[in-house]
Structure formats: structure tokens, C-alpha cells
């Protein structure tokens, strides 16, 4: 069986051809061996990931050409008790809470109609609830998708984003939290999310920081000894957004008033000192992060943060014609 590949040779976000590698990544999916042959032929496979000279974005110089990839090596046959401790760990509540207020802020009081794209077990859902939103979900896996909507009473379609119809839904605000960094092409779900949206709704979309992250996985792997960066394998990370990128994929998707800033960590629930250490010292980084002039473009900012209007009626209505 061969592993195929199709190759990628422009910017998913600027268009741009000056790519230059950074890292390369391998391919482990032995796991699936009985469960999807052909997804597991990968295994060994290498790719370089390239970033862009002009934006900062960064992405394999290549992708598999096995057809529906990524929903294959996302069909993981979870256990309830996984699913059940991903619903009830707050280990992401100071995101959710970050977003949550910050939608709010910007919506005002009457406008409270909220999708969460990957809605994962739900808990961001339910916590959206508590705080006074009418919340919806998407969700792939079939798996989390039924118990979310079970947990929340809420509606948890089985849906990819393009297959959502736009109807008289038009919501105020759509959320994206660690979902985008998982998908090719980015911008394509950013329109479809712009399409989705009231006019003057609101884009929430958190992915880690591209670059920090690939510098903390390096000095990692030089401290420890046989330990290599991971974050790219399989292509589980497939888009790696810097500051910059995350804001022009906005933009490009016709958002505007587009602010990006440090977004917030997630807070391991390891017991003891140990763990206690470790919340406050990724929560001193943040605020670090957040405080500091400039911090946006270093490697204190490991996670990013973006938001972005989509435009009145009246001004999509002015692009279209003009
Ligand atoms: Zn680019």
C-alpha cells in the first residue's frame, strides 16, 4: 500500500510562494491498523512543514491524498468515562470565561445566540448557558456529539462547518476554540463562519501560538535528551497561525475591527504542589503576556486569542456590488 501525498505550494492565507522549512514531521498511525488500513500505510511517512516568508503562517509542504484524511485519523473511538471527565475538567475554564466575557462586552445585553464550532463534550456550551446564552453546537465525533447535546439539553448537530445551512439562524457570535489549528485551509472556515453570523456578530477563535510553540517543543527537545517536537505529527496540527497570520485570515474572510492578543492557558489539573506550581506559572507567563509591550510577538505568548466583526449588512452589501 503506498502513502500518497499531494503537494501544497502557496500560503493558505496570503497566497504568498516563498516558503522556507522549519520543522519536519512524521507520520505514527500504526494504532489504526485494523481499524483503517489505508490511514495507518502513513506510518513512517515524512513531511516538511514550511513557513511563509511573507505572513508568518506556517504548514506542510504537502498533504496526504487519501480522501477525508483528517475525519479518518478524527474517528477515535473514545470510552464514556474519557468523554465524561473532558465534560466535567475545568481545565479550559479560564478560556471559556476569557471568551465568554469578552463576547459579551462586545455584544451588549440583547444578543445572546451563540455556535460553537467543535463542541467537543459540551462544557463550553453548558458554561455558556449558566452565563445566559441560547448555545448551540457542531461536533464531529458522533461519540462526544450525543453526549454533549445529552449534558447540555442543547442542540449538538454531527456536522462539518460547510455543512451547516444558512438559514434564519444567523447567530451572534461563533466560537472556534482550538479547532482551526486542525484544519487545512483555514480561511475557507472563517467565510463559512462570516456566513453563519448575524450582520455585526462577532468570530471568537483561540489556537496556540505557531511559533512559540514550535521554540518550546525545540529547547524542550534539547533539554531532554531523545525528546523530539511532536506538535506536528500525523498532521494533528496542520496550521500553525503566528500573530500576524491569525489577523490577515480574519481580515482576508472579511472580518473587521479584528483585535489578536495573548490568549489564555489551560490549566492542568495535576494534584499537590506540583500542580499548583504549574497553573501559576502558566498563568504568570499570560499575564506577562498580556502586560508587557510588544509581548505579542515573543515567545511568552503561547497561545493566541482573535476577534472579529462581521461587517453590517449594508457594508457586505456595498463589497458585493462594488
Ligand atoms: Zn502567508
Not at 475525519?71 to 475545568?90: G, K
Not at 446564552?133 to 442542540?155: C, D, M, V
Request: include cysteine; charged fraction near 25%.
Amino acid at each position: 500500500m503506498t502513502a500518497a501525498f499531494d503537494p501544497v505550494r502557496t500560503c493558505w492565507i496570503c497566497d504568498n510562494t516563498t516558503l522556507v522549512p522549519v520543522h519536519e514531521l512524521i507520520f505514527e498511525l500504526s494504532a489504526y491498523g485494523t481499524q483503517d488500513a489505508e490511514l495507518a500505510a502513513y506510518t513512517g511517512s515524512r513531511l516538511t512543514l514550511c513557513r511563509c516568508a511573507r505572513c508568518g503562517f506556517a504548514q506542510p509542504a504537502a498533504l496526504p491524498a487519501l480522501p477525508r484524511y483528517f475525519d479518518r485519523m478524527y474517528d477515535q473511538r473514545w470510552s464514556d468515562d474519557w468523554i465524561r471527565n473532558e465534560f466535567e475538567a475545568e481545565y479550559k475554564d479560564d478560556i471559556f470565561a476569557e471568551i465568554l466575557g469578552s463576547l459579551a462586552r462586545r455584544l451588549g445585553p440583547a444578543r445572546r445566540r451563540l455556535l460553537d464550532v467543535g463542541a467537543h463534550a459540551g462544557r463550553f456550551v453548558s458554561l455558556a448557558q449558566r452565563a445566559g446564552w441560547t448555545a448551540e453546537g457542531l461536533e464531529l465525533n458522533p461519540k462526544t456529539a450525543a453526549y454533549a447535546a445529552r449534558r447540555t439539553g442543547a442542540s449538538i448537530r454531527q456536522l462539518n462547518v460547510h455543512d451547516a445551512a444558512v438559514g434564519d439562524e444567523a447567530y451572534d457570535a461563533i466560537t472556534l476554540t482550538d479547532v482551526l489549528e486542525h484544519i487545512p485551509d483555514p480561511v475557507r472556515v472563517l467565510m463559512r463562519a462570516a456566513s453563519l453570523l448575524a450582520p455585526d456578530g462577532w468570530v471568537a477563535v483561540k489556537v496556540p501560538c505557531g511559533p512559540s510553540q514550535l521554540l518550546k517543543e525545540t529547547w524542550r527537545g534539547r533539554i531532554l535528551r531523545g525528546y523530539r517536537p511532536t506538535v506536528a505529527d500525523n498532521l494533528v496540527h496542520v496550521s500553525h497561525f503566528s500573530p500576524a497570520s491569525l489577523r490577515r485570515a480574519l481580515e482576508r474572510a472579511g472580518f473587521v475591527d479584528v483585535a489578536v492578543g495573548p490568549g489564555a492557558p489551560e490549566l492542568p489539573a495535576a494534584p499537590g504542589l506540583r500542580g499548583t506550581l504549574s497553573r501559576a506559572s502558566r498563568r504568570a507567563v499570560h499575564y506577562a503576556a498580556r502586560l508587557l509591550p510588544g509581548a505579542l510577538d515573543t515567545p511568552l505568548t503561547l497561545n493566541l486569542q482573535a476577534y472579529g466583526r462581521r461587517p453590517s449588512a449594508a457594508r457586505i452589501q456595498a463589497a458585493r456590488t462594488a
